[in-house]
């Protein structure tokens, strides 16, 4: 199973990393130009912590933004 948030479904999503050179029009330039495009993850920041579910204490993986709404209850 891939790491993702057990409260919220929040899991990684591609991107790229982009290049660019030259100076922008706003500052006189011609612009910029991309030279380059490599593709990556973005990765949710997960915390392995342990919550109480149904009446039991088990570990899981949630991301930070949930921990800091109140979403779910620490054991």
């Known amino acids: ?5 057990e ?7 591609r991107g ?5 050179k030259g100076i922008p029009k ?12 490599s593709k990556r993850w973005f990765k949710p920041n997960l915390q392995r ?4 579910k149904d009446g039991t204490v088990r570990r899981a993986y949630v991301c930070t933004a949930c921990i800091q709404k109140g979403k779910i209850a620490k054991a």
């Open 16 to 20: 790229g990393n982009y290049v660019m």
């Open 49 to 52: 912590i342990q919550i109480k």
């Open 1 to 5: 199973m891939a790491r993702c948030c």
């Open 7 to 13: 409260v919220c479904g929040k899991q990684r999503i």
């Open 26 to 37: 706003k500052k006189g330039g011609i612009g910029l130009h991309c030279t380059g495009n």
